[in-house]
Structures are given as C-alpha cells and as structure tokens.
C-alpha cells in the first residue's frame, strides 16, 4: 500500500486573508525611542548602582575575605588587582632611586614570577592575604623595577626587557585562563543550593532591583516617544 502523503499543516487564522498583513505590521512596529536625556541619566544611575563592586572580581561573603579589600562601609576591590598595581608603581619608584642594575632587576623578577605562577597552577595553596604579597604585589614590583632600570640603561635594553616581559605576562594570562577563576569556596558552600541569592551576590542583586525600578520610573514618566 502506498504511503500517504502527511496533511499540510493548516495556517492560523491570523495569517489567513487580511490578517496575514496586520500581523506583519504589527511585528515591524519598534518600540518608543528613549528621549537622549533619559538614556544618560538611566546609564549614570547603573555605572553609580554597581559601583560598589566594579572592581571587586569576586564575590562579596565571607569565604573571599582574603580576595577582597574594604573601602569604607560597602565598597570593596579586588586585593589582587591592587597589589599589581601598587607594586608596579612602587617598582618603578625604587628604581629611579636606587637605579639598580638591569641584571639584579631581571633576577629579582624572575624570582618573583615563581610563585605567582605556583599561584596560578595551585591557587588554594597561596591564597591568604599575605600571600597576595608574595605573588601580586613582588612581581609586579620586580617588573617595575626593570622597567624602571631599562629605560635609562638604553632603547636597546628597554625593547629587550619589554619583549621579556610581554613574555612572562602572556604565559600567566594563558595560565588563568586555562585555570579559570577559583571557585573553591563556592563548590562546598551550603547557600549554593537555595532558592535565594546567596550572600555573595546579595547586596549586588539589591543594587539592581532597585536600579531597575529607578529606571522603570523614568522611562513611564517620558511616556510614549
């Protein structure tokens, strides 16, 4: 017996005479334009709401206390990113002082960049407070300081250091990335299983309900553009 051919699926009604091109206009309509000021002021209110946290790069509980430091009653930054970059500064500041030698510099780094590097291959091992010093704050400190040295030791020398060190931070950017970031402390906590947001996230969740309600004021107070 031959197989019968499957029906043709019946079109909607809505498709179907003169509502085939209601449909479709309907579809093209584009919502109201926001009115130039209200954007601005909708895109000060978000940049204020999480400024909190913009450069915190974890969360905010008590499990990544080491991670975080505290600026005033809510804001926190990442401790890491911060020994960076106070070390570098203060990296090139010793070395324009003392004008070290360009090879006690590059030694000096490359003693620093050890455990930063362990750091990143076994984060739980060296991740304290204090150990940020040991593989944040050093390393960059060393990297400053031979930046510092090279660039009165000579164009030569200063194109040589950089490509160096453009090597090293290539191989500990390709080291995180292929780590991640540490989730350790959330893989074993007891929050990360309710219906809530857990106390790392809380007060970032907070901040943009109550942006979001800001913003639905403003955008029902224009009406209709």
């Known amino acids: 017996m031959a197989a019968h051919a499957a029906p043709a699926p019946q079109q909607p009604r809505a498709l179907m005479g003169v509502g085939a091109p209601l449909?479709?206009?309907?579809?093209?309509?584009?919502?109201?334009?926001?009115?130039?000021?209200?954007?601005r002021r909708i895109d000060r209110l978000a940049r204020r709401a999480h400024a909190f946290h913009r450069f915190a790069h974890h969360p905010l509980c008590d499990r990544y206390a080491s991670e975080l430091i505290s600026l005033g009653r809510r804001t926190r930054v990442c401790r890491g990113c911060t020994l960076l970059l106070l070390g570098s500064?203060?990296?090139?500041?010793?070395?324009s002082v003392l004008q070290p030698s360009l090879a006690v510099c590059a030694a000096c780094l490359l003693a620093a960049a050890l455990p930063m590097l362990v750091s990143l291959r076994w984060p739980r091992r060296l991740r304290s407070a204090a150990a940020k010093l040991g593989t944040r704050a050093l390393p960059a400190a060393a990297l400053g300081a031979c930046?510092?040295?090279?660039?009165s030791a000579g164009l030569v020398a200063l194109?040589?250091?950089?490509?160096?060190?453009?090597?090293l931070v290539g191989v500990a950017v390709i080291a995180y990335r292929r780590?991640?970031?540490?989730?350790?402390?959330c893989a074993h906590c007891e929050e990360r299983t309710q219906a809530t947001p857990?106390?790392?996230f809380r007060e970032i969740v907070r901040a943009e309900r109550a942006f979001q309600r800001r913003a639905g004021q403003l955008l029902r107070a224009q009406g209709p553009g």
């Open 23 to 39: 449909l479709a206009a309907h579809t093209l309509v584009r919502p109201p334009a926001v009115a130039r000021a209200v954007a």
């Open 89 to 95: 500064v203060c990296g090139v500041g010793v070395a």
């Open 147 to 151: 930046l510092g040295a090279a660039a």
């Open 159 to 167: 194109l040589r250091l950089v490509a160096a060190a453009a090597l």
């Open 179 to 185: 780590r991640g970031p540490d989730r350790g402390a």
């Open 198 to 200: 857990c106390s790392g």
